[in-house]
């Protein structure tokens, strides 16, 4: 049965979709709870209800199997009619549920992340984390508060650079996709200002103010994409 620790949990089910050979890993609120200790601090907590996770598409029917033998309960008509990318499940004892994003990840924006599923052992990799929270439109708070615990633990670094947000990831999606381009750098602005009411400490929100720069200057400086630059010319004036 699910653990009544969310935390816990999450740790459970990447272990044990791993000795059954299924790849999972964290994302969301979650998975950046377990990678910064910046999250517990007074102005960054929040509540975190649900456990997100990526997975590849050509698992989903043993994925499915999987998670009810952990003693979920299955979407059945959510699963059955969009199961090849993506699956709802609920843990009606903890009043949870656990959503699993196949092969890609499609909300305001849509990344493939096929490729970064194996990266890092837990959660997807902290660029893709630090994505996934730029990508929205409609920024609520706790987009923020994960953005901001994301960049107080983590400098922005290129890969191969330790235990970095991989800037050059971030770059790159917005190099290559106008839409993206104008959420990230829409987003970091906006991030920079909720920064300055929060609640961190001087010394914190500097640091943090200069990695939001540092990420913000390099999307700027990079050569940008045909595809990108045609986009560019229509603005706004398109969804």
């Not at 199997?65 to 009606?92: K, P, Q, S, T």
């Not at 602005?189 to 943090?208: C, I, N, P, Q, T």
């Not at 990079?222 to 603005?235: E, L, N, V």
Request: proline content about 2%; aromatic content about 8%.
């Amino acid at each position: 049965m699910p653990l009544p620790d969310i935390l816990d949990e999450a740790r459970r089910i990447v272990d044990l979709g791993r000795e059954r050979d299924l790849t999972l890993r964290l994302l969301g609120g979650v998975a950046i709870r377990l990678r910064c200790p910046s999250a517990t601090h007074h102005a960054l907590s929040r509540r975190y209800a649900d456990i997100d996770l990526a997975g590849l598409g050509k698992e989903s029917v043993r994925l499915q199997r999987f998670f009810v033998e952990l003693g979920y309960v299955a979407r059945d008509v959510f699963n059955a009619m969009y199961g090849y990318e993506r699956l709802v499940f609920n843990d009606l004892t903890h009043a949870r549920r656990v959503d699993i994003f196949l092969d890609h990840f499609k909300m305001c924006h849509t990344f493939d992340f096929r490729d970064r599923l194996r990266l890092d052992r837990l959660t997807l990799p902290l660029a893709d984390l630090l994505a996934t929270k730029l990508q929205v439109v409609e920024v609520t708070q706790r987009e923020y508060l994960d953005s901001i615990a994301l960049l107080c633990d983590h400098d922005v670094g290129d890969a191969q650079e330790g235990d970095k947000i991989d800037a050059s990831y971030v770059v790159k999606l917005a190099s290559e996709d106008w839409g993206i381009y104008k959420t990230f750098t829409t987003n970091l602005e906006r991030l920079r200002a909720f920064l300055d009411e929060s609640g961190l400490d001087k010394d914190v929100k500097a640091e943090v103010r200069d990695r939001v720069s540092a990420l913000r200057e390099r999307i700027e400086r990079s050569p940008k994409s045909m595809r990108w630059k045609m986009r560019a010319r229509i603005g706004e004036r398109a969804r």
